[in-house]
Structures are given as structure tokens and as C-alpha cells.
């Protein structure tokens, strides 16, 4: 099986931690950006100009039917960005975009002959979204193989790590200060540190504080 690998990237701190963890493991690495309709156009070009400056091919699909089916705080500005309350999803999940943009992806991996997916997800911060789940990721990662017939392998760095130790993997590739300052996680659209208010904002923070602070502990 070669070691190439299809990156799904949104330019977010977590899927450019994973393109520079596919960079240093693939011999070969393409990133694929979505297009759904997304509020912040922001997120497309900073995906983009990553791409362009580390070098990789870059591929953005329209995914534009997603925001029509599915309404969300994510492309609508008429809906508010809200944390999930008793029991209910956040309203910046969106119906089935992982299960959409992974297949995509893998359809894209195929055509290339890649065998190698490499997904941001994480079930420790995954903020209630059942597409970030480890047992979605290893039923999906089946379903591809036999609707392709081809061997397709799944990877999911940040599974179990919480943002402290995202922040940690980056650091550990010399890659922290790049991504605190040319990547985009934030709702309104802010880039590096964000607004600081939003979900996703305070997020990213408390998990750079923690880690700044336990890595001043230990040295």
C-alpha cells in the first residue's frame, strides 16, 4: 500500500496540526477543502494560502447542497451561534458533513490510487457532534472499503487528545506559533486567537493556557 494521504482541511487549528502530522509520516500529501456554503469566506482563503505555502496540492469541492439541507449557525446568519442545552446539539452542527466530506474525500483518495485519510476529529472536544465519534470513523472506514472495494485507512490523530495536548502535538513539530497565528477557528470569523468569546474561541484558549502553563511547570 503506498503512503500517500488525502488531508481533510479547513484551515482550522486542528486539521493544520494534522496536515503537518500527515507531512512529516506521507510521502506524498493532498489537502481538500469544502465549500458548503460556509458564512466566513475567510476559511477558504486561509486554507488555501496554508496550502500554498507548505507546498501541497490543494483541492476545494463544492459542497453548496449541505447548507440547503441543513441549516446551521455555520452558514446562516439568521441562526445563532449557541452551545447545546439539555440533551439538544450545538447549532453549529451540521447534519451529516463529516459522513459527506470523508466520503468525498475518499473518492478523491481513490482516484489519486491514496490509500490514506487523514481526519481532525476528536472524541474528547468533540462538543457533542456524533460524526467526531471513534465508532463513526471505524464503521465509516469499513463502509468505504466495501462500497469501493478499495483498502482505505482512516486516521484520526487527535481521537484522543483534548486542546492542551493539540496544542502540544504542535508544539512538539515546532509548528505552535504558525498555527496560533495563520489559522482560523473562530465563529465570527477572526483570525489567529479569534474573537475570544465564541465557543470554539474559548475552546482553542483554555486549551493554550493550560498547555503553556503545564509546559512552564516542567521546566
Same mark, same amino acid.
Given at each position: 500500500m503506498n503512503q500517500k494521504a488525502v488531508v481533510v482541511f479547513s484551515g482550522g487549528q486542528d486539521s493544520t496540526t494534522c496536515l503537518f502530522w500527515a507531512l512529516e509520516r506521507f510521502e506524498e500529501v493532498v489537502a481538500v477543502t469544502f465549500d458548503y456554503g460556509q458564512r466566513h469566506r475567510l476559511e477558504i482563503e486561509c486554507a488555501q494560502r496554508i496550502a500554498k505555502e507548505l507546498g501541497v496540492e490543494h483541492h476545494i469541492l463544492d459542497m453548496g447542497l449541505l447548507s440547503q439541507l441543513a441549516p446551521n449557525a455555520l452558514t446562516r446568519d439568521d441562526i445563532p451561534v449557541q452551545s447545546g442545552t439539555n440533551g439538544n446539539l450545538p447549532s453549529t452542527f451540521v447534519e451529516g458533513r463529516n459522513l459527506l466530506f470523508f466520503s468525498f474525500a475518499a473518492v478523491l483518495a481513490? %482516484?489519486?490510487?491514496?490509500?490514506? =485519510?487523514? %481526519?481532525?476529529?476528536s472524541q474528547t472536544d468533540f462538543s457533542g457532534y456524533p460524526d467526531c465519534r471513534n465508532d463513526f470513523i471505524k464503521s465509516l472506514n469499513v463502509t468505504l472499503n466495501l462500497a469501493m472495494d478499495y483498502?482505505? *485507512?482512516?486516521h484520526t490523530p487527535m481521537m484522543w487528545l483534548d486542546k492542551a495536548q493539540v496544542w502540544a502535538m504542535a508544539d512538539t513539530m515546532g509548528k505552535l506559533s504558525y498555527i496560533r497565528e495563520n489559522t482560523l477557528t473562530c465563529y465570527k470569523g477572526v483570525m489567529g486567537d479569534g474573537c475570544g468569546e465564541c465557543p470554539s474561541c474559548r475552546l482553542r484558549r483554555q486549551? =493554550? *493556557?493550560?498547555?503553556l502553563s503545564e509546559k512552564e511547570e516542567t521546566q
Open positions: 481513490k %482516484v489519486k490510487d491514496f490509500h490514506h =485519510l487523514v %481526519v481532525g476529529v483498502p482505505f *485507512e482512516i486549551g =493554550l *493556557e493550560r498547555y
